[in-house]
């Protein structure tokens, strides 16, 4: 009887059988002709690969076990020990932690860029400089970066463009088109999409980085499990449908929280009055995402009210779910930066970060009145 499902099943084994010695040397002779031990590759986790490589429009992506092994395997691509690395000041706490606490060791430096100063490089490319880490949309600050821009000044002086497109997704921005080298996602977040997987992915324009990605995958063992890769999969299938509801119900609240006494700034990208509205417009096709941050007095009271008082917006540090959530950036994501960094990047007490859901948008804001007021 022939079975031909629909959808990929999940191959849960760890090892491929191998009938006689001709199909072992096949698996060598044709890379990709056949599959052998997991960690080296599986269909599942191929098959999610693939898919974000194709909605990023890229030549070749692995899928690993998260997001920070997606940022390590972007930075091993292109570095080894003696080189440094750019990174935007305004990133993702646990990128600046493994640059500092990990790659340091293993003698990669790192500089920190001010946003204003992103397309100016100069000042801080050196001899042994290899690429630039941005990220396309900041967290938790909302910032947009000028992706074709940053190529322009990274490739000026023969740097790698590598960003993090985890809080924008392939839907709303495709860096590769805009000239950066590798663009990477958390694909925990919105490419996955209901807070039950943990993987990431790496997708590159260029084939020998490919292989070189999945040369670091395979030897560090980052490779993403085969239930994980069809859970991730199938969240994929309704990311674009899930991204219009995020940004729709997201810039509600956003001119929500605007107009509300209690709130003294809110950092979307979709409002008039935020600093790259125009470029975030041209650069996300009218899309502005489901993430936002906004800030209360700065008093550790009002945070926890709020916390409190919420019913639709759980304290949860991660993002880009289905369901609404908020999170802390001083006490998580950024809590190991020091107090200057916090403090020069607007990382305040009052900070709170939200991640916007697709549920009732009536709903949404009923719970944001009566937990403000």
Not at 32 to 58: C, H, I, T
Not at 65 to 89: E, K
Not at 242 to 257: K, T, Y
Request: with cysteine; proline share 5%; glycine share 8%.
């Amino acid at each position: 009887m022939k079975i031909t499902p629909k959808i990929t099943p999940i191959y849960q084994t760890s090892v491929f059988k191998f009938d006689d010695l001709n199909e072992l040397e096949q698996y060598f002779g044709e890379p990709g002709s056949r599959y052998m031990y997991s960690r080296n590759g599986n269909p599942n986790s191929d098959e999610l690969a693939e898919a974000v490589n194709k909605l990023e429009g890229g030549v070749g992506a692995i899928a690993t076990g998260s997001g920070m092994a997606a940022i390590f395997a972007a930075i091993l691509a292109y570095c080894q020990a003696g080189d440094h690395v750019l990174c935007a000041a305004d990133i993702y706490g646990g990128s600046s932690s493994l640059l500092n606490a990990e790659l340091s060791r293993m003698g990669i430096t790192v500089t920190y860029v001010p946003f204003e100063q992103l397309y100016t490089l100069d000042e801080f490319v050196q001899p042994t400089t290899r690429l630039l880490l941005a990220e396309t949309i900041s967290n938790p600050l909302l910032r947009v970066a000028d992706l074709q821009s940053l190529a322009t000044e990274c490739h000026r002086h023969g740097l790698k463009l590598v960003v993090d497109n985890t809080f924008a997704s392939p839907i709303i921005t495709r860096p590769l088109e805009l000239g950066a080298d590798i663009t990477l996602h958390s694909v925990t977040k919105y490419i996955a999409g209901h807070s039950d997987v943990t993987a990431g992915v790496v997708v590159t324009n260029d084939a020998e980085t490919a292989a070189r990605l999945k040369q670091i995958g395979v030897f560090y063992g980052l490779t993403l499990s085969p239930m994980e890769s069809w859970l991730a999969v199938r969240g994929l299938k309704t990311l674009r449908l899930r991204m219009r509801e995020h940004s729709a119900n997201a810039l509600a609240i956003a001119h929500f929280l605007a107009a509300h006494p209690k709130v003294r700034q809110v950092n979307y990208p979709g409002l008039d009055a935020h600093p790259q509205h125009a470029l975030a417009r041209e650069q996300g096709a009218g899309q502005f995402g489901g993430m936002m941050s906004f800030l209360l007095a700065d008093e550790a009271s009002a945070v926890n009210d709020l916390m409190h008082r919420t019913k639709r917006f759980p304290f949860a540090p991660s993002l880009a779910g289905v369901d609404s959530s908020l999170s802390y950036p001083l006490g998580t994501s950024h809590r190991y930066l020091s107090s200057e960094q916090q403090q020069e990047l607007g990382i305040t007490v009052g900070l709170v970060r939200l991640s916007v859901g697709i549920e009732p948008l009536e709903e949404l804001l009923a719970d944001l009145a009566q937990a403000l007021d």
